[in-house]
């Protein structure tokens, strides 16, 4: 199983950035995506989320009408749009997947996680 993120850097403040995570080694359009983001300093916190099926997705106070979560479930791929961005945005960004399989002993709950690329807002 792998989540291998990509798309950050070091951006202006108003900038705008795309982050791509890349899915492998599991049924991608079965699970449940989201995008965290870890500041400086701070705890982990959950930016968007989109269900398997997709639609608009569920974000964050601090990035609604900022941020833009999708998905192309043919390419195994998940999303994150991030426009207009500031320096309180700058973070480790990791992809996170999470569903449910049926195994042998019966349904379980997976979830995975990428390891994270770095956004910099500079002011």
């Known amino acids: 199983v792998q989540l291998v993120e990509s798309g950050g850097g070091l951006v202006q403040l108003g900038g705008s950035l795309r982050l791509s995570c890349a899915a492998s080694?599991?049924?991608?359009?079965?699970?449940?995506m989201r995008w965290y983001r870890r500041p400086p300093g701070k705890e982990r916190e959950l930016v968007a989320a989109i269900s398997r099926a997709g639609g608009s997705g569920n974000y964050a106070d601090s990035v609604k009408g900022r941020f833009t979560i999708s998905r192309d479930n043919a390419k195994n791929t998940v999303y994150l749009q991030m426009n207009n961005l500031e320096p309180e945005d700058t973070a480790v960004y990791y992809c996170n997947a999470e569903g449910n399989v049926l195994t042998t002993a019966g349904w379980r709950r997976r979830n995975y996680w990428g390891q994270g690329t770095q956004v910099t807002v500079s002011s």
């Open positions: 080694g599991f049924t991608f359009s079965n699970y449940d």
